[in-house]
């Protein structure tokens, strides 16, 4: 019964940033990792970044050295900053809540990250 809102997505160009937030409804320091996804048109979903309720973060390959996600417990909020962005970055990016209990883990509505020029 997690719930999560997104925010921060639009159309960038190559070699923008940009930021997206994730808004939790309860303390994510109960949820066992938050988790940013992405999906591009035709493509699997993929995972992108994760931050532990330990605060360790992991990165998928192509991203790395470009994106961070971070939190701030306080507003229960997590984040992804993107920087150096790419057209192949183009996708719908989602915020996962994983839970041990498969029944608390929820997704957010997804926000569309375009990079174009």
């Known amino acids: 019964q997690v719930q999560l809102v997104e925010s921060g997505g639009g159309l960038v160009q190559p070699g923008g940033s940009l930021r997206l937030s994730c808004a939790a409804s309860e303390s994510i320091l109960n949820i066992n990792a938050m988790r940013w996804y992405r999906q591009a048109p035709g493509k699997q979903r993929e995972l992108v970044a994760s931050?532990?309720?330990?605060?360790?973060?992991n990165y998928v390959a192509s991203v790395s050295g470009r994106f961070t996600i971070s939190r701030d417990t306080a507003k229960n909020t997590v984040y992804l900053q993107m920087n150096r962005l790419q057209p192949e970055d183009t996708a719908v990016y989602y915020c996962h809540a994983f839970t041990i209990l498969a029944s608390r883990r929820s997704w957010g509505q997804g926000t569309q990250v375009t990079v174009s020029s």
């Open positions: 931050i532990s309720s330990g605060g360790l973060t």
